[in-house]
């Protein structure tokens, strides 16, 4: 129900923008994240987005130089990734929250898409 692309090789410095697609029954009146896991470590979270676009919130990490939007006539959530760094690495996987906010914790939300793999080099 939820569909991530836009993941690949990028040099250290470089862009990218993930791209989530949505079934809009799971879509439309939910929060929406996006989280990464690199090996060995836990999933954490990156970014979220209310469903209204009033309100997002940012991982530490990556405040600054990631941008999480979201277009709810097209059902589509993105990540515009720029400045990236090594430590960047990771599957990075969008979700569906239980709720219209989002949430830092990954226990709400739902739905998860099968993830897309970023690697940025040094």
């Known amino acids: 129900q939820l569909q991530a692309s836009g993941g690949g090789l990028v040099q250290a410095g470089g862009s990218l923008r993930l791209s989530c697609t949505a079934s809009?029954?799971?879509?439309?009146?939910?929060?929406m994240g996006w989280f990464r896991q690199a090996p060995g470590k836990e999933r954490e979270f990156v970014a979220g987005i209310m469903w209204n676009s009033a309100r997002t919130g940012y991982a530490d990490s990556v405040s600054g130089r990631f941008t999480i939007s979201r277009d709810n006539a097209k059902i589509t959530v993105d990540l515009q990734m720029n400045g990236l760094k090594p430590e960047d690495t990771a599957v990075y996987y969008c979700a569906a929250s239980l709720r219209a906010t989002f949430s830092r914790s990954r226990e709400d939300y739902r739905y998860w898409g099968q993830g897309t793999q970023v690697t940025v080099s040094s």
């Open positions: 809009r029954r799971i879509f439309s009146n939910n929060g």
